[in-house]
Nanobody
Framework: QVQLVESGGGLVQPGGSLRLSCAAAGSIFSVYHMGWYRQAPGKQRELVAAITSGGNTHYADSVKGRFTISRDNAKNTVYLQMNSLKAEDTTVYYC?????????WGQGTQVTVSS
């Protein structure tokens, strides 16, 4: 089992920045891929950014150049630095961890971009 705890969401003005954190615990040795997803009401959950155990990263086109995913292996934590935030980035963000057997999800953290 893998437990994920997110933090860092909140309210920010357009053009502002936030950093989300996802702390992993449990059988983290089995995790080969971690990422951030988001899901707006009535829409499918979409991948925002991902990072592999080897450090390779992937971003959705809508966030390229604005968001950066990183990991601190010593703290078992993955971060999502979000800059130049837009109103359309407003939604709930979920941390995800993939193992060969199962996907794990955090509880979600709300990000609201509004003036």
């Amino acid at each position: 089992q893998v437990q994920l705890v997110e933090s860092g969401g909140g309210l920010v003005q357009p053009g502002g920045s936030l950093r989300l954190s996802c702390a992993a615990a449990g059988s983290i040795f089995s995790v080969y891929h971690m990422g951030w997803y988001r899901q707006a009401p009535g829409k499918q959950r979409e991948l925002v950014a991902a990072i592999t155990s080897g450090g390779n990263t992937h971003y959705a086109d809508s966030v390229k150049g604005r968001f950066t995913i990183s990991r601190d292996n010593a703290k078992n934590t993955v971060y999502l630095q979000m800059n130049s935030l837009k109103a359309e980035d407003t939604t709930v963000y979920y941390c995800n961890a993939k193992t060969v057997i199962k996907w794990y999800w955090g509880q979600g953290t709300q990000v609201t971009v509004s003036s």
